[in-house]
């Protein structure tokens, strides 16, 4: 397992959009589910969108529609893309990996600010 560092949150207004990037280094990422999970305070981490190996895609309700989650196997990165950002996808993300033998690593986190 690696490393995985999260970039692209920020501050964004209602409606705005952002794409975060989880790159990764060390092994590759070629067989790992990847996934991203969010944290706001107060409440328990929650799973966002997750892509699987082969490309299969699962998101949660309350994003779907409007997140996209992709990955770069060659450059050992995975994106989430978030278009009409809500007040309420406020939180941390944090990238996971895991591989096929269950093993996990996740990131630090990176913030996620959407104004009303």
């Known amino acids: 397992q690696g490393q995985l560092v999260e970039s692209g949150g920020g501050l964004v207004q209602a409606g705005g959009s952002l794409r975060l990037s989880c790159a990764a280094s060390?092994?590759?990422?070629?067989?790992?589910?990847m996934g991203w999970y969010r944290q706001a305070p107060g409440k328990q981490r929650e799973l966002v969108a997750r892509?699987?190996?082969?490309?299969?895609?699962n998101y949660a309700d309350s994003v779907k529609g409007r997140f996209t989650i992709s990955r770069d196997n060659t450059k050992r990165t995975v994106y989430l893309q978030m278009n009409s950002l809500k007040p309420e996808d406020t939180a941390v993300y944090y990238c996971?990996?895991?591989?096929?033998?269950?093993?996990?690593?996740w990131g630090q986190g990176t913030q996620v600010t959407v104004s009303s």
């Open positions: 892509i699987t190996s082969g490309g299969r895609t």
């Open positions: 060390g092994s590759s990422i070629s067989f790992n589910d």
């Open positions: 996971n990996s895991r591989t096929v033998w269950g093993a996990e690593d």
